[in-house]
C-alpha cells in the first residue's frame, strides 16, 4: 500500500476499534465482562470505570473536579492493546494487498496512535470543564489549549460527545469521540435532539429531575473547554 490508502486504512481501523471499544467494552455489562478468560479483570474495570464516568456527568456535561480521573483519559495499559490490535489488523490488510508496506504500516500506526491518545487526553476532560491534565507516567501526555485551536471542530466534537452523555438508554449513540466515522457507517450517530422520557420513566436517576434531563437540544448548550 502506498502511504495515502496505509493512512486511510489506519484511520478506519481506529475509528472501528474506538467504537467497538467504547460501545461493547466501555458501556458493557461489567460483570459479564469480568468472566472473559484472561482479559477479564480489565475488561470489567474498564467499563466499570466508564459507567461510573456516565454516572458523574451532569445535564451540563460537566463534572466535580473530584471526580476520579481514570473515566477521563486513554492510560498506558488502552493505549499500548487498542495499538497492538490495530497494527494487527493493519498487517494483515496489507499482506492481502500486497506485503509490501510493514514498516509504512507499523510507522503510521505509532503516529496516528499516539495523536489519538494525545488528542482524547487534551480534549475529554476539558469536554467536561475539568483540569485533569495526564502525564507521562499514566498515557500520552496532554496539553493545555488544544480545544481552542481546534476552533469548529472542537464545537462539532463537543456536541456529538454532548448528545452521548444526554441520551440515556437503548438509544444511545456516538461512540466516536476522537475519529468520526464508524457512528455512520453502524447507524449510531444522532445529531442535536435527545430524548430521555422511557428511560427516566423506569430509571431512578436524579438528573431526570432536573433541567434538560427529559428532552433538549445539545445545540442549546454551551460549549465546554
Known amino acids: 500500500m502506498n502511504w495515502l490508502a496505509?493512512?486511510?486504512?489506519?484511520?478506519?481501523?481506529?475509528?472501528?476499534?474506538?467504537?467497538?471499544?467504547h460501545k461493547h467494552i466501555m458501556h458493557g455489562d461489567p460483570k459479564r465482562l469480568g468472566r472473559v478468560p484472561v482479559v477479564g479483570p480489565w475488561l470489567g474495570d474498564t467499563a466499570q470505570?466508564?459507567?461510573?464516568?456516565?454516572?458523574?456527568?451532569?445535564?451540563?456535561?460537566?463534572?466535580?473536579?473530584?471526580?476520579?480521573?481514570?473515566?477521563?483519559?486513554f492510560s498506558w495499559g488502552s493505549t499500548v492493546p487498542m495499538f497492538a490490535v490495530a497494527t494487527a489488523i493493519m498487517v494483515c490488510v496489507d499482506r492481502a494487498l500486497d506485503g509490501k508496506g510493514a514498516v509504512r504500516t507499523l510507522q503510521t500506526g505509532v503516529v496516528l496512535t499516539a495523536v489519538f491518545s494525545f488528542v482524547w487526553n487534551s480534549v475529554h476532560a476539558r469536554m467536561h470543564e475539568h483540569g485533569l491534565r495526564v502525564t507521562l507516567k499514566d498515557g500520552v501526555p496532554s496539553m493545555d489549549g488544544v480545544t481552542h485551536s481546534m476552533g469548529k471542530a472542537y464545537e462539532w466534537m463537543w456536541r456529538?460527545?454532548?448528545?452521548?452523555?444526554?441520551?440515556?438508554?437503548?438509544?444511545?449513540?456516538?461512540?466516536?469521540?476522537?475519529?468520526p466515522g464508524f457512528d455512520f457507517l453502524m447507524g449510531t450517530h444522532t445529531?442535536?435532539?435527545?430524548?430521555?422520557?422511557?428511560?427516566?420513566?423506569?430509571?431512578?436517576?436524579?438528573?431526570?429531575?432536573?433541567?434538560?434531563?427529559?428532552?433538549?437540544?445539545?445545540?442549546?448548550?454551551?460549549i465546554l473547554h
Not at 6 to 21: N, P, R, Y
Not at 49 to 73: A, F, S
Not at 160 to 179: D, F, S
Open 49 to 73: 470505570t466508564h459507567n461510573d464516568h456516565h454516572l458523574d456527568v451532569e445535564n451540563d456535561m460537566r463534572i466535580p473536579e473530584h471526580t476520579k480521573p481514570e473515566g477521563l483519559y
Open 191 to 222: 445529531d442535536r435532539l435527545y430524548n430521555n422520557a422511557e428511560y427516566c420513566a423506569a430509571a431512578d436517576d436524579p438528573r431526570c429531575r432536573r433541567a434538560g434531563g427529559v428532552q433538549g437540544d445539545v445545540h442549546e448548550m454551551g
Open 6 to 21: 496505509t493512512l486511510i486504512c489506519w484511520l478506519l481501523v481506529i475509528s472501528a476499534l474506538e467504537w467497538g471499544i
Open 160 to 179: 456529538n460527545h454532548a448528545l452521548h452523555h444526554m441520551q440515556k438508554g437503548g438509544a444511545k449513540g456516538n461512540y466516536n469521540i476522537i475519529v
